[in-house]
């Protein structure tokens, strides 16, 4: 597989997937997330170069539906796919939930490292 520089930052999700591919509709939940692309589980298997639509179902109830998005790889019942249309409203909610989840990610680093250098006070 050729090496490839993501454009976009992952993130660690947990959040429900409904998704469609011509008339089979499968569920599942989506792993991880960036702005073009997610790693999905799901009871329908999908292939390789396989179309399909999403709703994404974020955990503040909020739903991002994605008309088309092509798999990429898939291994059993995990894949991922990439999107190829979205309504630039959608994606703009999409990119303010990923800054939520980046501010998130900081203050809880910054709360790791001061709890981290106030042990290390203690114990010496």
């Known amino acids: 597989m050729p090496f ?3 454009p976009y930052r992952r993130f660690p999700v947990q959040c429900s997937v409904t998704y469609n591919a011509g008339p089979l509709q499968g569920q599942g939940t989506a792993w991880n997330l960036s702005l073009n692309r997610l790693r999905l589980s799901g009871d329908l ?18 739903r991002i539906e994605i008309p088309e998005a092509v798999v990429q ?3 059993g019942s ?8 979205i309504d630039p409203s959608t994606q703009a909610r ?3 939930h990923m800054k939520c989840l980046v501010q998130s990610l ?4 910054d709360i790791e490292g001061k709890a981290l ?8």
């Open 4 to 6: 490839s520089i993501r």
């Open 45 to 62: 298997p999908m292939r390789p170069g396989e179309t399909l639509s999403l709703t994404i179902t974020l955990p503040n109830e909020q």
């Open 73 to 75: 790889w898939s291994r």
């Open 78 to 85: 995990e894949f991922v796919a990439e999107t190829r249309l």
């Open 94 to 96: 999409l990119q303010h």
């Open 106 to 109: 900081s203050q809880q680093q």
């Open 117 to 124: 250098i106030l042990h290390h006070r203690t114990t010496t």
